[in-house]
């Protein structure tokens, strides 16, 4: 959803720079071989940032390649004029097999039994079959070398099958058993690849961003020349392991006002379940931000706010819409001035990594959860 903020009513807003996107990926994209292509993710709305305006900043660029996570993500994309190719990485119904062909759209075949059920539709759809190279979760067993064969040779007569993909799941790891295992997952697809080399489907695809920095300048390359960048092109690490590269930042900052500012003296209490005791005069500044923005209720009690350059810890439970903060060493704040939620303000930046980090989670959990309440502004 995209809501162009009206500087006189903000209240809760995320500033996208589409621009520093566009950066992340010419970033990326050079560090690969040169005739590598990528296919940018732009599921969960582009992880928060606005999936059609990303897609098309990216289209202008030269993308023709744009990975989603559902029919409805797909649809979206289509109704706003893409018209590149789009993959869909996860379940969609057999039943909708004719909305996927009339608008191109290519599905992942996540099973035997699901390829099967979209065949008896009668529509040829387009399809990338996924292969299980041991992240257990959708594909067939690579490790079935000739079952795997016969199976490829037979949805590829009967459906249109166009590419061939598997998911490296611990690729963003330095630890040896983890580079160990990613090493037999990229022998396991390039196997099966290999069998059915004369087919010669255009799409064969095992790198997510972290492997496309890790393994696409070794000898692993010619595995696959297709690269789907995820949560890099975004400036969130895909893990404390992976070194990114300079020049690749987030994209956002999650501003929100003062709504109010006012002195408490000890022994006041702060908050639903009153879990923050005031012991000295502090002034106490009211955010009208809370989890039901997805500003993530764990950070009750231990998280902070930036306002002018420095850090107001928050105090009590985060409520649905608000939260309080402690800005009695920040004289400036008062009611409509800017906060920093994630982001840079002075000197201090706290990014949705940082965030993460602060309440065990990963960056790409706290960009998703930013509410579609919380307005996008693009520049």
């Known amino acids: 959803m995209e809501v162009f903020v009206n500087i006189k009513e903000k209240r809760s807003w995320l500033e996208v720079n589409l621009n520093q996107i566009l950066a992340n990926y010419t970033i990326y994209k050079r560090q690969l071989p040169i005739d590598t292509s990528v296919m940018i993710v732009t599921k969960a709305d582009a992880y928060g940032h606005g999936d059609v305006r990303v897609a098309w900043k990216l289209i202008q660029a030269g993308i023709n390649f744009i990975a989603v996570s559902n029919i409805d993500e797909a649809i979206v994309l289509r109704d706003a004029g893409v018209e590149c190719e789009i993959l869909i990485l996860g379940y969609t119904s057999p039943k909708h097999a004719k909305t996927l062909y009339n608008d191109d759209i290519t599905q992942a075949i996540l099973s035997k039994e699901y390829a099967y059920a979209l065949i008896e539709t009668g529509y040829p759809v387009k399809c990338h079959l996924a292969l299980d190279t041991g992240m257990g979760r959708i594909g067939i067993r690579a490790t079935e070398l000739k079952d795997c064969e016969m199976f490829i040779r037979d949805i590829y ?97 999650w501003k929100t006002v003062v709504s109010m500012v006012k002195d408490m003296e000890p022994g006041d209490t702060i908050g639903y379940g009153r879990t923050y005791k005031v012991d000295r005069p502090m002034r106490v500044a009211t955010i009208p931000t809370g989890y039901a923005d997805g500003y993530n209720r764990l950070l009750s009690n231990k998280g902070f706010v930036l306002i002018h350059g420095k850090k107001a810890p928050i105090l009590g439970n985060i409520c649905m819409d608000q939260m309080m903060v402690d800005v009695t060493n920040i004289p400036e704040a008062e009611m409509a001035t800017e906060v920093v939620l994630l982001g840079r303000s002075g000197n201090i930046e706290y990014t949705a990594d940082d965030m993460a980090e602060a309440i065990g989670s990963i960056g790409y959990e706290v960009m998703c959860d930013i509410s579609k309440r919380v307005q996008r502004y693009y520049k």
């Open 157 to 253: 007569i009967k459906l249109n099958l166009t590419g061939l993909f598997t998911h490296l799941c611990v690729a963003d790891s330095t630890l040896y058993e983890d580079v160990v295992f990613t090493r037999e997952q990229l022998l396991k697809f390039k196997r099966v690849v290999e069998c059915v080399k004369d087919l010669k489907l255009p799409f064969i695809h095992c790198y997510n961003s972290s492997a496309g920095l890790a393994y696409c300048n070794t000898e692993y390359k010619y595995i696959s020349k297709i690269v789907r960048l995820g949560v890099l092109l975004y400036g969130l690490k895909p893990s404390n392991d992976v070194i990114i590269p300079k020049g690749i930042k987030p994209a956002i900052t």
